[in-house]
């Protein structure tokens, strides 16, 4: 089975441009997850997406954004970019959730590196 | 609330000694744990997971960890380390709605 899929895994941009990440989740999982990972700040949660809904929502300003498709594949997007924005995106996918909710493993994406000058 | 704490973000051992990566954790509720590691440039692949049931867990690449409540810990142990385990390791705790609280990472460095 494959694996999530990220693209692209490389981004340049510049200050005040925008720019929009994909992340394919592993067939069959509904629940999308992003995150940003920087050496200072670690690995913050940005996002989740199930069946096409926010779930929940991380500490980020209105320019990070996301959606997720009726095929589970989901988009994040970043509005005038700063250049506190470079970082890895990581993407995250995980089965619906059961009956004890929490116990989803996540799988992980490659990321995207997003450098903005 | 839920949230993760990684002691040491740095640790060095050397090929063939005890791996000890530390954790300890808070949660409102049950917790669920995982372990996961990130090679360079790469995502994060899971290690392990607790979830109910036995405290000692077994994962991949001869790993394991073992879940103490009352110490609300939950470290992650290798009897012999190999140049390969050089990574950087996080814990993680997930709550009631799915979301995950990652630690802030330990980096491991194996000396030959």
């Known amino acids: 089975k494959a694996g999530v899929t990220q693209t692209p895994r490389y981004l340049i941009k510049t200050r005040g441009q925008q720019v929009t990440l994909s992340c394919s989740p592993i067939?069959?999982?509904?629940?999308v997850s992003w995150y940003q990972q920087t050496p200072g700040q670690g690995l913050q949660f940005l996002f989740e997406y199930f069946s096409e809904t926010q779930r929940n929502k991380g500490n980020f300003p209105g320019r990070f954004s996301g959606r997720q498709f009726s095929n589970s594949r989901s988009e994040m997007n970043v509005s005038t970019l700063e250049l506190g924005d470079s970082a890895l995106y990581l993407c995250?996918?995980?089965?619906?959730?059961?009956?004890?909710?929490?116990?989803?493993?996540?799988?992980f994406g490659p990321g995207t590196r997003l450098t903005v000058l | 609330a839920q949230s993760v704490t990684q002691l040491g973000s740095h640790v060095s051992v050397s090929e063939g000694a005890l791996v000890l990566l530390r954790c300890n954790y808070s949660s409102s509720v049950p917790p669920y744990l995982f372990w996961y590691v990130q090679y360079p440039n790469q995502g994060l692949q899971l290690l392990l997971k607790y979830t109910t049931g036995a405290t000692l867990v077994k994962g991949i690449n001869g790993f394991e960890a073992e879940f103490k409540k009352s110490e609300t810990s939950f470290h992650l142990t290798k009897p012999s380390a190999h140049m390969s385990d050089a990574a950087e390791y996080f814990c993680a705790v997930s709550g009631p709605s799915n979301q995950f609280y990652f630690g802030t990472g330990t980096s491991l460095t194996v000396i030959p």
């Open positions: 067939s069959g999982h509904r629940s």
């Open positions: 995250a996918s995980s089965l619906p959730p059961g009956l004890a909710s929490g116990t989803d493993t996540q799988y």
